[in-house]
């Protein structure tokens, strides 16, 4: 594998179980595709997740000023 995609995997999060199954599969494209389609899967949940927590914060922030808390 060269490295820069090694590091571009790195760089995407990527462990080093992962980068092993990329490497694996490298002569696969389409088994390639669908092992980063599922970790940008896993990544793209991670950011709703994140901002699901930040409504919450936003919601708490709302609610304190509405009730005058400080």
């Not at 995609?5 to 599969?25: P, S």
């Not at 390639?32 to 994140?50: I, M, P, S």
């Amino acid at each position: 594998m060269k490295d820069s995609i090694r590091q571009n995997l790195i760089d995407a999060g990527c462990d080093e179980e992962f980068i092993c199954q990329f490497d694996e599969c490298i002569a696969d494209k389409k088994k390639c595709e669908k092992l980063l389609a599922a970790h940008r899967r896993r990544l793209l949940d991670e950011v709703h997740a994140g901002e699901e927590r930040i409504g919450c914060l936003d919601y708490l922030v709302f609610k304190m000023n509405k009730e005058g808390l400080k």
